[in-house]
């Protein structure tokens, strides 16, 4: 799965385009074909390059962009669309973020040519959250999910008022209207009303203290990183490229290990890493970018010494995955700053075996320049100049070639578990309580 486009659909006169990411976000931009005019609806910071393209493709033009809430576990990427668009903001004024130019009241309407969208005020979730309405299909955000909702358990959300929304705005809609949410964790794309109303055993709840008991009783853990993601996505700010070794350490006490990669080779890893942090070797960035996606933003690289990480990064936002901080020092700075590490077995470290490498092709040279022929003193000259050029540029050829050397080859999740496994796809830190409590117990009790 990628952070890509899924397939289009008409719904009424509307055209939907829908975006999914790895992490189990869902984006959207909405067009009237008649007029190309669009919105777009929850644009994750990673989907921004992809929605762009999109709209340049289709000829639209992009009126709004609209966060249906405050985003706790992804970035938002609505002012960077916005800004490169010209499209006006629109969020709840609870939300109180930076650059929003549209505050919407319950009931207003926003026009794509004749068509219209009509903006309900929905909190539960979060006290801003915002559904959008078009004569056929719900964009429910993160309040009805399919087969499930959306948890209350942070940033001032409350089950009651889900539950009053839900009913308010969602439960009494036609069966045929199209649900689509703000998350999905299973890769599925839209439901109706109908077959929600059939299947979802949140919506069989009829009590609300009911609905609010089950709701509350077994809040998930919260999402990664969710402070610094509040914080952009409030001011709107960029995510920093590179970030000291100091706060760095600051950042993975916190619990950010989940979203640190570390780029170098595995015999490097092993020597020396952060726990928890993920191991993707440079080499393998571009074929496991997916895998880097799911990483929760904003993440941080990490290398020896801040250089490959860098490449890393650029490489890595030449594909539009955004949110990408290299650890400035890599992790030789993160231990001086006083960062933990964790240490493998003692064993001969690539430096030494790049040592003992180039000496024998110097003495090899030598020799055989002596010996043989005087053309063989180049070896010694090419090696010489190779060791040079890396030492100027912190980048060595020989190093990486020693690396993938069987004796230094291991499987990477022998060295560095992937931090946080299938969490960060999964719904735990997610924005969805997918079952009511009680364990596996997909229904609720008395539905
Ligand atoms: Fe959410």
């Known amino acids: ?20 990411h790895p992490q189990g976000c869902r984006s959207y931009l909405v067009g009237d074909p008649e007029s190309r005019q669009a919105l777009a609806i929850d644009p994750h910071l990673d989907s921004v390059g992809e929605l762009g393209a999109t709209l340049q493709r289709l000829g639209w033009s992009l009126r709004y962009v609209v966060d249906t809430h405050t985003h706790a576990d992804h970035p938002s990427g609505a002012a960077k ?22 505050h919407p009241a319950d009931g207003d309407v926003l026009h794509l040519g004749d068509q219209t969208i009509t903006v309900y005020h929905a909190p539960g979730h979060t006290p801003d959250h915002l559904v959008l309405l078009t004569p056929d299909a719900l964009f429910s955000g993160d309040t009805l999910l399919i087969g499930a909702v959306a948890r209350t358990d942070f940033l001032g959300g409350d089950a009651g008022q889900l539950f009053d929304s839900i009913h308010r705005v969602i439960a009494g809609l036609r069966d045929e209207i199209v649900l689509y949410p703000g998350h999905d964790y299973q890769g599925r794309t839209s439901s109706t009303i109908g077959h929600e109303k059939a299947t979802n055993p949140w919506l069989r709840i009829e009590d609300r203290e009911e609905f609010h008991r089950a709701l509350t009783a077994n809040p998930p853990r919260r999402p990664a990183n969710m402070d610094d993601l509040l914080r952009l996505n409030r001011e709107g700010t960029d995510i920093a490229t590179s970030i000291s070794a100091a706060a760095a350490v600051d950042r993975v006490r916190q619990g950010g290990a989940v979203s640190v990669f570390d780029v170098r080779t595995a015999v490097e890893v092993a020597e ?26 904003p993440r941080l690289i990490l290398c020896r010494s801040g250089k490959r990480a860098e490449m890393a990064r650029q490489k890595l936002e030449s594909l539009g995955i955004a949110g990408l901080t290299v650890m400035e020092g890599g992790i030789l700075g993160f231990a001086a700053a006083g960062g933990k590490t964790e240490k493998g077995k003692p064993q001969m470290s690539l430096e030494r075996q790049v040592r003992i490498a180039a000496g024998g092709l110097v003495v090899v040279g030598a020799a055989l320049g002596w010996l043989v022929h005087p053309v063989f ?12 050029f890396a030492g100027i540029t912190d980048t060595c050829a020989m190093g990486l070639l020693i690396a993938k050397m069987p004796w230094n080859r291991r499987p990477a999740a022998a060295v560095a ?17 997918t079952a009511p409590a009680g364990g596996c117990a997909a229904t609720p009790p008395g539905a």
């Open 1 to 20: 799965m990628t952070t890509t486009k899924d397939r289009s659909s008409r719904v009424g006169a509307l055209e939907v385009h829908p975006f999914a």
């Open 81 to 102: 669309l916005a800004g490169r668009f010209s499209a006006t903001r629109v969020a709840h004024p609870a939300g109180d973020h930076q650059g929003v130019k549209r």
């Open 272 to 297: 020396e890493h952060i726990a928890g942090a993920r191991h993707v070797p440079l080499e393998e960035i571009v074929a496991r970018a997916d895998e880097i996606r799911a990483i929760p933003a």
């Open 377 to 388: 003193f180049g070896l010694s000259a090419f090696v010489g100049a190779g060791l040079m």
């Open 417 to 433: 578990p992937a931090a946080g496994g299938c969490a960060a796809t999964a719904p735990a830190g997610g924005c969805a309580a």
